[in-house]
């Protein structure tokens, strides 16, 4: 059972760039979410999902995007990457089965420069 | 708006000795509480959540957290602490409903001296 998988583990963008990081699970959980940790600040929610077909927006979602076609993954979309978007990227998902606690991934480490 | 505060950024504890960080939250309701731990390189792992019931509540590799409504908190513990233990702890609060989302504290970051 993989659980929560992330690709890519590292990346390198340039200034203007777009990327999209990858999320899938295969625990058949309907509620996924993307966090991004930066030192000192805990973990600041970007976007989550409910099930497939429908997002909306966390704490910090500017200059981001996402989408949920399938119930697997979650993918997030970084247009025109900002230096400001140097960070590490969680996916996390969870559902009535897990009593709500969280299977996080490994983690997406980005850096703009 | 629920929010979670970890006022300690760093501890240093003796391998063998008791451990607590702290945790405390602000919500109107009864809140869904968790703490979670994440080695280095890594992505969280859950220790243990408190829905509802017992206030002592058992998680993981012998941690346990008391809730204690009157003084908002939710500190974790344990008695010996291990140096496999070094990592940083996260407390978390959160809501069924409206995505079941969890805000997170700014964590804490335990160091193990042998």
């Known amino acids: 059972n993989a659980g929560v998988t992330q690709t890519p583990k590292f990346r390198i963008l340039k200034i203007g760039q777009s990327m999209t990081l990858q999320c899938t699970q295969d625990?058949?959980?309907?509620?996924m979410y993307w966090y991004r940790q930066d030192p000192g600040m805990g973990l600041k929610l970007i976007y989550y999902?409910?099930?497939?077909?429908?997002?909306d927006k966390g704490e910090v979602p500017n200059g981001y995007n996402v989408s949920r076609s399938t119930t697997e993954d979650f993918p997030l979309r970084l247009e025109l990457a900002a230096p400001s978007q140097t960070s590490v990227y969680f996916c996390?998902?969870?559902?009535?089965?897990?009593?709500?606690?969280?299977?996080f991934g490994s983690g997406t480490r980005l850096t703009v420069v | 708006a629920q929010s979670v505060t970890q006022p300690d950024i760093h501890i240093t504890v003796s391998e063998g000795a008791s451990l607590e960080l702290r945790c405390n939250y602000s919500y109107g309701a009864t809140p869904y509480l968790f703490w979670y731990v994440q080695s280095p390189g890594q992505g969280l792992q859950l220790l243990l959540k408190y829905f509802s019931g017992d206030t002592l509540v058992q998680g993981i590799k012998g941690f346990e957290a008391e809730f204690k409504r009157s003084q908002s908190s939710f500190n974790l513990r344990k008695p010996s602490v291990h140096w496999s233990d070094a990592a940083e702890y996260f407390c978390?609060?959160?809501?069924?409903?409206?995505?079941?989302?969890?805000?997170f504290g700014t964590g804490t970051q335990l160091k193990v001296e042998l």
């Open positions: 996390a998902s969870t559902g009535p089965d897990s009593n709500y606690g969280y299977t």
């Open positions: 978390a609060v959160g809501f069924t409903g409206g995505g079941n989302k969890l805000t």
């Open positions: 999902s409910v099930g497939a077909g429908i997002t």
């Open positions: 625990m058949n959980h309907n509620y």
